[in-house]
């Protein structure tokens, strides 16, 4: 009989492959997304595929009518929603889609919100497009979705053992903002052998997502950990998460500007300065998509 492994990455592996729920994005969220990422793909073929869901169909709209894209006519078709926001766009609007349809109905601990958890996805997601955006560190849409799915390990964790998270939680509440992150992992490491990022990482091998997301999931808390062509993206999300994420796994979280590694400020091509005059737009586009969902 072999050894049980100690290897994390190994242990978040096999969790995955436990993790039913999460084996597959939904079908209508998944076909839109391929959809849009096919360039050879029609405006009418769009429209049909995200109208195949009532809810995916509406929170493309809000995103199109939101503040954060500025149109100045009201956009009240799906095809007209693909011309002002873009292929890119569309396919990080069906992957938030999906995100919000896996999340579990209960809550798992007081100090625990799920809907804490997507505002938090949700609200990095943007912030983290703005920074690239207004930076030119990465690509903005790609800082999007790598926002919204580097927590995305949390969520196999509940799925592998919901009270052993809960028991996490209820400890990592009693600390003050600045300890919580490295007690999380360290205790996440005791009771599963492996941490959020791992399982992370983990889930977007499993769902064949690109390796610059693969590599924010696995190192969202360290992204200059190593040498790394990816290594930019997972600063501009770590950045992002920081400032503008509001809560992290329910527990507030918020720092300034001034709490944010200089390293990581200059891995993103910034001044300290020019960082802390980014952060209020940071939150606003965080608020704005937060509105939209």
Not at 45 to 54: P, T, Y
């Amino acid at each position: 009989m072999s050894e049980p492994t100690t290897d994390p990455n190994a242990i978040a592996k096999k969790a995955v492959l436990r993790a039913r729920t999460l084996t597959a994005l939904p079908a209508a969220a998944a076909r839109a997304g391929q959809v849009a990422e096919d360039p050879k793909s029609s405006i009418e073929e769009l429209g049909k595929a995200f109208s195949q869901d009532a809810a995916l169909c509406s929170n493309l709209l809000k995103v199109a009518n939101s503040a954060l894209y500025g149109q100045r006519a009201e956009v009240s078709s799906i095809e007209r929603a693909a011309v002002v926001l873009g292929r890119k766009i569309l396919r990080n609007v069906a992957l938030a889609a999906s995100m919000q349809t896996i999340l579990p109905k209960a809550e798992v601990h007081r100090s625990f919100s799920v809907i804490n958890l997507w505002r938090h996805s949700i609200r990095t997601a943007a912030a983290a497009s703005l920074l690239a955006k207004k930076t030119g560190a990465c690509n903005p849409e790609q800082a999007f979705a790598a926002g919204l799915i580097h927590d995305l390990g949390l969520l196999v964790e509940i799925e592998e053992d919901r009270d052993a998270l809960a028991s996490i939680m209820g400890e990592v509440a009693k600390l003050s903002t600045g300890d919580q992150r490295d007690m999380m992992r360290s205790l996440e490491l005791e009771s599963y052998g492996a941490d959020h990022q791992h399982f992370g990482a983990a889930m977007c091998t499993a769902w064949n997502f690109p390796g610059a997301l693969q590599y924010v999931a696995a190192h969202h808390h360290d992204p200059l950990a190593i040498d790394s062509p990816h290594q930019t993206l997972a600063a501009v999300v770590h950045a992002a998460e920081l400032i503008s994420g509001d809560c992290e796994h329910g527990i507030d979280c918020s720092v300034d500007a001034a709490d944010v590694s200089p390293d990581i400020i200059a891995s993103i091509g910034l001044r300290p300065d020019e960082f802390e005059t980014t952060t209020e737009l940071m939150i606003k586009a965080a608020d704005d998509i937060e509105a939209a969902f």
